[in-house]
């Protein structure tokens, strides 16, 4: 608003001032407008002055009021249009009036010409202002009789034009000239302007000497004045310093000399626009000082527009020193005073950045949001603000709030760096909080394939592998590993020397490694252990060749597992401190115990080394190289050596909590029994699986469930083999069922619940018929239910389900004969039986013949019994021809019914 008494007083009067329409009051009104800045407001007041102007003074006191204040709005090309009007407008007032004065008085056209000048001067056209204060050089006394607005001389805007177009010369002469025979004022005036004309060419040295000569001469108000332009000169001469010593000297030379001089001299806007430069280089130099010397100028500024941005660099200054609580304290003192002002965002985004420093991260955020919520802040402090916003919840894992406040940025108008980090963010964001791998890929691709030397370009199409090697991890793809590796690929060509290059060739021989291809994968990683044998990733990298190696699933009798043994030895002799160190010795400790008996043999001698070491350490590996030993020796057939193996795991891990080894115990603790069973200790068996059973399987661990219906499984025959103790033996073969179909357990355990009521109907003489007729039904019901559940069981082909059929039709055979002799049914199983292996040729096996075999005989022994003996001799001529360990009986049988043959039939 304007500050002036009378265009307050006009303010107040409103309507009555306009009403009364007097050409004195608008002119002292909107000269008091333009003095105190309000240009626009100014050029409203001078219109209407000039409307009412009847007299050449007036018209032109009113139009040069009227161009000032346009000149002051900055618009000096419709300041050049207004001025060129005033002789049409006196034309206009000479048609009315024929006393008027035709023509521009001379004081009057001087005045004219001096703002013109200006003009020119402000538009940049130095050749036309020349012309003008050449020839108004003459002409000071007069114009300042008429114009108090002439802060500079005709001389000295003559040396500016000179100086505008670099005509230094020219300008040195007439400064000279003033110098020399101008009054003190133009002397001071001359001095300034030679001062200017070396800061101009960037003389700072000769300006520096200049100021010495010069300095030592002036005083009072003078010298105050000088005083700035002093320190100004020292500033670019310690910027010009050959080092930092030397800079350092001459920017204290520069504070101590505003301490003692500089600190009497008024502030204006130049003079501010100096001190904020000794701030700035006092900050770089001791940030104490730099704070302590903006401190001292507060006071110095109290009714100065300045003081605002003092304060703003006081709590700066304060913030970098670390003293948090000052840098607040002259932070909410400036919004308290000048809440409305533009720099409110500056003091709000440093205020956010301290709450940020002390952890304090909600208050950090509220003072962010401010700060991009007010549209007239700067993008920089917007964007910045809405970046910590996001940068903060992404490291909190808050997804949701996150990808929001990147996604805010987008609402800015930003630059291309700006918009490739936003994007490139939000793609992180998906990547690595929301796991939506399609989303990053659609946000990466685009930036991948900008031409543009961001540092986030490579990075994206580091991530383009990245999104697709995790997406093939979560969907079991092998198209999109293959993808991976095409992109991780690119890279390499691309960014042969970028940080991430070795990275990259590391996933990409990954990602090779999982698509299954697995010479790719090898050939990468030899290529990453050649080329930069030192990088972190080489052993896992050889780990990963030896995988593939190994058809990439630890086929440990795999035809290239010479090649892993090699790639887990590089790991073993020369990255003996890596973490993949024990995984190798293990990997090739399996390897050699399949690889023969002298393999073996050095397999048993390094388990034990690897045992002693890493049992404390690696658990998961130690636990498995004991049941790896056990399952050895059992093949082996060396029972009680496997025994020790497998309650090793028991003994040493049975107290750790960990999921994977209770897996590796139960399965342990099962193989123990089963080779106590081996060795007929049937009580040392039992022992160990009712161990088993006391532990607590995790419910949805199928595993688990497996080991334990294989130890109900073995429990019901110790029950079978020791008692005979059919219906505890059905009780825990019925427990197997819960495997649910899949299983070959499932079937066995159905299976032998039926052999159990086969055995319980037998086991008596003294049963009565209905009980034993129970038993066979109940035993035929658990074989028809095989029969029935493999035909749905997608779990096995055509052979499998022969091989099932094979003995359950030869157990539902026996029952048969068992129920009712006369009646055809068994012999029709035993047919079809024989049919089974008829159908496959008798080149091939199902159940090493025994089924075919026994299912012979009994069909012979039905036919013999029936007379039909042709049949049975033609049976055993099928068995003999079949060449197996049954065949020999076969032909045995054969000549003693030929040779029996005719007796019978004679019966």
């Given at each position: 608003?304007?500050?002036?008494?009378?265009?307050?007083?006009?303010?107040l009067?409103?309507?009555?001032?306009?009403?009364?329409?007097?050409?004195?009051?608008?002119?002292?009104l909107?000269?008091?407008?333009?003095?105190?800045?309000?240009?626009?407001?100014?050029?409203?007041?001078?219109?209407?002055?000039?409307?009412?102007s009847r007299?050449q003074?007036?018209l032109?006191?009113?139009s040069?009021?009227?161009?000032?204040?346009?000149?002051?709005?900055?618009?000096?090309?419709?300041?050049?249009?207004?001025?060129?009007?005033?002789?049409?407008?006196?034309?206009?007032?000479?048609?009315?009036?024929a006393?008027?004065?035709?023509?521009?008085n001379?004081?009057?056209?001087?005045?004219?010409?001096?703002?013109t000048?200006?003009?020119y001067?402000?538009?940049?056209?130095?050749?036309?202002?020349?012309?003008?204060?050449?020839?108004?050089?003459?002409?000071?006394?007069?114009?300042?009789?008429?114009?108090?607005?002439?802060?500079?001389?005709?001389?000295?805007?003559l040396?500016l034009?000179?100086?505008?177009?670099?005509?230094?010369?020219?300008a040195?002469k007439?400064?000279?000239?003033?110098l020399?025979?101008?009054?003190?004022?133009?002397?001071?005036t001359?001095i300034?302007?030679?001062?200017?004309?070396?800061?101009?060419?960037?003389?700072?040295?000769?300006?520096?000497?200049?100021?010495?000569?010069?300095?030592?001469?002036?005083?009072?108000?003078?010298?105050?004045?000088?005083?700035?332009?002093?320190?100004?000169?020292?500033l670019?001469?310690?910027?010009?310093?050959?080092?930092?010593?030397k800079?350092?000297?001459?920017i204290?030379?520069?504070?101590?000399?505003?301490?003692?001089?500089?600190q009497?001299a008024?502030?204006?806007?130049?003079?501010?626009?100096?001190?904020?430069?000794?701030?700035?280089?006092?900050?770089?130099?001791?940030?104490?000082k730099?704070?302590e010397?903006?401190?001292a100028l507060?006071?110095?500024?109290?009714?100065?527009?300045?003081?605002?941005?003092?304060l703003?660099?006081?709590?700066?200054?304060?913030?970098?020193?670390?003293?948090?609580?000052?840098?607040?304290?002259?932070?909410?003192?400036?919004?308290?005073?000048?809440?409305?002002?533009?720099?409110?965002?500056?003091?709000?985004?440093n205020?956010?950045?301290?709450?940020?420093?002390?952890?304090?991260?909600?208050?950090?955020?509220?003072?962010?949001?401010?700060?991009?919520?007010n549209?007239?802040?700067s993008?920089?402090?917007?964007?910045?603000?809405?970046?910590?916003?996001a940068?903060h919840?992404?490291?909190?894992?808050?997804?949701?709030?996150?990808?929001?406040?990147?996604?805010?940025?987008?609402r800015?108008?930003?630059?291309?760096?700006?918009r490739?980090f936003?994007?490139?963010w939000?793609?992180?964001?998906?990547?690595?909080?929301?796991?939506?791998?399609?989303?990053?890929?659609?946000?990466?691709a685009?930036?991948?394939?900008?031409?543009?030397?961001?540092?986030?370009i490579?990075?994206?199409?580091?991530?383009l592998?990245?999104?697709?090697?995790e997406?093939?991890?979560?969907?079991?793809?092998?198209?999109?590993?293959?993808?991976?590796?095409?992109?991780?690929?690119?890279f390499?060509?691309?960014?042969?020397?970028?940080?991430?290059?070795?990275m990259?060739?590391?996933m990409?021989?990954?990602?090779?490694?999982?698509?299954?291809?697995?010479?790719k994968s090898?050939?990468?990683?030899?290529?990453?252990?050649?080329?930069?044998?030192?990088?972190?990733?080489?052993?896992?990298?050889?780990?990963?060749?030896?995988m593939?190696?190994?058809?990439?699933?630890?086929?440990?009798?795999?035809?290239?597992?010479?090649?892993?043994?090699?790639?887990f030895?590089?790991?073993?002799?020369?990255?003996?401190?890596?973490?993949?160190?024990a995984?190798?010795?293990?990997?090739?400790?399996?390897i050699?115990?399949?690889?023969?008996?002298?393999?073996?043999?050095?397999?048993?001698?390094?388990?034990?080394?690897f045992?002693?070491?890493?049992?404390?350490?690696?658990?998961?590996?130690?636990?498995?190289?004991?049941?790896?030993?056990?399952?050895?020796?059992?093949?082996n057939?060396?029972?009680a050596?496997?025994?020790?193996q497998?309650?090793?795991?028991?003994?040493?891990?049975?107290?750790?909590?960990?999921?994977?080894?209770q897996?590796?115990?139960?399965?342990?603790?099962?193989?123990?029994?089963?080779?106590?069973?081996?060795?007929?200790?049937?009580t040392?068996?039992?022992?160990?699986?009712?161990?088993l059973?006391?532990?607590t399987?995790?419910?949805?661990?199928r595993?688990?469930v497996?080991?334990?219906?294989?130890?109900?499984?073995?429990?019901?025959?110790?029950f079978?083999?020791e008692?005979?103790?059919?219906?505890?033996?059905?009780?825990?073969?019925?427990?197997?069922e819960?495997?649910?179909?899949?299983?070959?357990?499932?079937?066995?355990?159905l299976?032998?619940?039926?052999d159990?009521?086969?055995?319980?109907?037998?086991?008596?003489s003294?049963?009565?018929?209905?009980?034993?007729?129970?038993?066979?039904?109940?035993?035929?019901?658990?074989?028809?239910?095989?029969?029935?559940?493999?035909?749905?069981?997608?779990?096995?082909d055509?052979?499998?389900?022969?091989?099932?059929?094979?003995?359950?039709?030869?157990?539902?055979?026996n029952?048969?004969?068992?129920?009712?002799?006369?009646?055809?049914?068994?012999?029709?199983?035993?047919?079809?039986?024989?049919?089974l292996?008829?159908?496959?040729s008798?080149?091939?096996?199902?159940?090493?013949?025994?089924?075919?075999?026994r299912?012979?005989?009994?069909?012979?022994?039905?036919y013999?019994?029936?007379q039909?003996?042709?049949?049975?001799?033609?049976?055993?001529?099928?068995?003999?021809?079949?060449?197996?360990?049954?065949?020999?009986?076969?032909g045995?049988?054969?000549i003693?019914?030929?040779?029996?043959?005719?007796?019978?039939?004679k019966?």
């Amino acid at each position: 608003m304007i500050k002036g008494y009378l265009y307050s007083l006009f303010l107040l009067a409103g309507s009555f001032i306009y009403a009364a329409e007097s050409i004195g009051t608008l002119r002292v009104l909107a000269e008091e407008a333009y003095k105190t800045g309000e240009f626009k407001e100014s050029e409203t007041l001078f219109t209407k002055y000039q409307k009412r102007s009847r007299d050449q003074d007036s018209l032109t006191d009113s139009s040069i009021g009227l161009v000032k204040s346009i000149n002051g709005q900055g618009d000096y090309k419709r300041a050049l249009v207004e001025i060129s009007k005033i002789p049409k407008l006196l034309e206009a007032i000479e048609a009315k009036d024929a006393d008027f004065e035709r023509v521009l008085n001379s004081a009057n056209q001087s005045l004219v010409d001096y703002w013109t000048g200006r003009i020119y001067y402000a538009l940049g056209e130095s050749d036309k202002a020349i012309v003008i204060f050449k020839k108004l050089s003459g002409k000071e006394k007069i114009l300042r009789t008429i114009s108090l607005d002439l802060p500079r001389s005709m001389k000295d805007f003559l040396a500016l034009s000179y100086i505008q177009k670099e005509n230094w010369d020219s300008a040195n002469k007439v400064y000279e000239d003033m110098l020399e025979i101008g009054s003190r004022k133009e002397k001071q005036t001359a001095i300034k302007g030679l001062l200017k004309i070396l800061r101009e060419q960037e003389k700072w040295v000769e300006l520096d000497n200049k100021f010495e000569l010069w300095w030592s001469k002036s005083e009072g108000n003078w010298r105050n004045e000088l005083a700035f332009q002093r320190l100004e000169a020292y500033l670019h001469v310690a910027r010009l310093a050959e080092n930092k010593i030397k800079k350092t000297s001459k920017i204290k030379d520069a504070h101590a000399f505003y301490i003692e001089y500089g600190q009497k001299a008024l502030i204006n806007q130049e003079s501010f626009a100096i001190l904020i430069k000794l701030g700035e280089e006092l900050q770089d130099l001791d940030i104490k000082k730099a704070y302590e010397f903006y401190i001292a100028l507060l006071p110095r500024l109290k009714k100065h527009n300045n003081i605002k941005k003092v304060l703003i660099l006081c709590g700066k200054a304060a913030k970098v020193k670390k003293d948090y609580k000052t840098s607040l304290k002259h932070f909410e003192q400036f919004l308290k005073s000048y809440s409305q002002h533009k720099e409110v965002s500056e003091v709000n985004y440093n205020i956010a950045l301290i709450y940020l420093q002390s952890k304090k991260t909600d208050k950090a955020n509220t003072y962010f949001e401010k700060v991009f919520s007010n549209k007239d802040a700067s993008s920089k402090y917007r964007f910045d603000s809405a970046s910590k916003i996001a940068s903060h919840y992404y490291n909190k894992k808050s997804a949701k709030d996150a990808m929001k406040w990147y996604k805010n940025l987008d609402r800015l108008k930003l630059k291309e760096e700006d918009r490739i980090f936003t994007k490139f963010w939000q793609g992180k964001t998906a990547f690595n909080l929301l796991k939506n791998y399609k989303e990053a890929k659609s946000l990466y691709a685009p930036l991948a394939r900008l031409k543009s030397t961001s540092n986030f370009i490579p990075k994206a199409q580091f991530m383009l592998g990245s999104c697709d090697y995790e997406s093939a991890k979560l969907n079991k793809d092998l198209d999109s590993y293959k993808s991976a590796a095409e992109n991780f690929d690119k890279f390499l060509t691309q960014w042969p020397d970028h940080p991430d290059y070795y990275m990259a060739m590391y996933m990409k021989g990954l990602s090779f490694h999982y698509a299954g291809e697995h010479v790719k994968s090898r050939d990468t990683m030899e290529r990453l252990r050649n080329k930069e044998p030192l990088n972190e990733k080489v052993p896992h990298a050889l780990l990963i060749s030896a995988m593939s190696a190994l058809s990439g699933n630890l086929d440990y009798y795999s035809k290239n597992r010479d090649q892993a043994i090699k790639d887990f030895t590089d790991i073993i002799d020369n990255y003996s401190d890596s973490a993949e160190v024990a995984e190798a010795k293990f990997h090739r400790i399996l390897i050699y115990l399949n690889q023969g008996d002298e393999a073996r043999g050095r397999a048993i001698l390094e388990s034990g080394a690897f045992i002693s070491k890493y049992e404390k350490t690696n658990p998961n590996f130690v636990a498995n190289i004991h049941l790896w030993l056990g399952q050895d020796y059992k093949n082996n057939k060396q029972y009680a050596n496997a025994e020790d193996q497998f309650k090793e795991i028991h003994d040493k891990y049975k107290d750790l909590e960990l999921e994977s080894i209770q897996e590796l115990i139960w399965m342990g603790l099962y193989e123990a029994a089963d080779c106590a069973y081996f060795q007929k200790d049937y009580t040392r068996a039992v022992e160990y699986i009712n161990k088993l059973m006391n532990l607590t399987l995790n419910k949805g661990e199928r595993t688990n469930v497996i080991i334990k219906a294989n130890a109900h499984y073995l429990r019901a025959d110790i029950f079978i083999i020791e008692k005979s103790d059919f219906k505890e033996a059905i009780k825990q073969f019925k427990l197997c069922e819960q495997l649910k179909p899949g299983k070959r357990l499932y079937y066995s355990a159905l299976g032998r619940q039926g052999d159990s009521y086969y055995g319980l109907a037998g086991a008596s003489s003294t049963l009565s018929r209905a009980v034993r007729d129970k038993h066979f039904e109940d035993a035929e019901k658990k074989y028809n239910q095989i029969l029935k559940e493999i035909e749905v069981d997608e779990v096995f082909d055509e052979g499998e389900r022969d091989e099932w059929r094979e003995k359950v039709w030869y157990r539902l055979a026996n029952i048969n004969k068992k129920i009712n002799p006369k009646s055809k049914d068994a012999k029709d199983f035993y047919k079809k039986i024989r049919a089974l292996y008829i159908a496959r040729s008798l080149d091939q096996k199902l159940s090493d013949w025994v089924y075919y075999a026994r299912s012979s005989f009994e069909l012979s022994e039905i036919y013999i019994k029936e007379q039909n003996y042709d049949a049975a001799i033609n049976i055993y001529k099928d068995l003999e021809k079949a060449n197996n360990s049954y065949s020999h009986e076969a032909g045995l049988r054969r000549i003693d019914l030929e040779k029996s043959k005719g007796k019978l039939e004679k019966k």
